[in-house]
């Protein structure tokens, strides 16, 4: 949704959260990651929110992972060979990574290439053939409508 903001422009957290149907605390938690990561700013004031910190095609789909999951690998291997009754009490024995997790490795490194490869903007490109033209058309109006009544909420009252 923030890629198609333009420049001057951001959304509040609460909009975001609405949008997506998440609430707002733990959206909020996701987004201020991401303005540490410098992948969103965020903006003060009555016009403010969070916006891309930088063009949507400078950023990977691995900066905002990294940014929300941190950098720890998915997979951390315990060694169980040298647990129960085969395990060996030799070191040398264990030099060779085990195959589980080098498969495991190499499906992280790949997986990670591909996020970096693939960039937020490469995202917004492919919506039109990926969404139907509907959800396309209410999503840009709910986001001219929360652009244009950021102080409102969905029922037409003020918002607190």
Same mark, same amino acid.
């Given at each position: 949704?923030?890629? #198609? ?52 095609? %400078? ?12 950098? /720890?690998?998915? #997979? ?21 990574t085990c195959g ?18 693939? /960039?937020?903007? %490469? ?14 058309e209410r999503a840009?109006?709910?986001?001219? %409508? ?15």
């Open positions: 949704m923030l890629s #198609f903001l333009g420049p001057d422009q951001a959304l509040p957290a609460a909009k975001l959260a609405e949008y997506h149907g998440v609430p707002a605390p733990y959206l909020t938690k996701h987004l201020q990651a991401m303005v540490q990561a410098g992948v969103c700013a965020s903006v003060a004031g009555p016009r403010g929110g969070f916006r891309l910190a930088r063009p949507a095609s %400078d950023i990977s789909l691995l900066d905002i992972t990294l940014a929300v999951d941190g950098d /720890s690998y998915a #997979f951390a291997c315990s060694e169980i060979r040298r647990r129960g009754p085969a395990a060996l009490d030799d070191p040398a024995c264990y030099r060779e589980i997790a080098a498969a495991m490795w190499r499906a992280e490194a790949a997986w990670r290439t591909e996020l970096s490869a693939t /960039s937020l903007a %490469d995202i917004a490109a492919s919506l039109a053939s990926a969404v139907h033209p509907q959800q396309l840009a109006a709910w986001l001219d %409508d929360a652009l244009t009544n950021r102080g409102r909420t969905r029922s037409g009252g003020a918002s607190s």
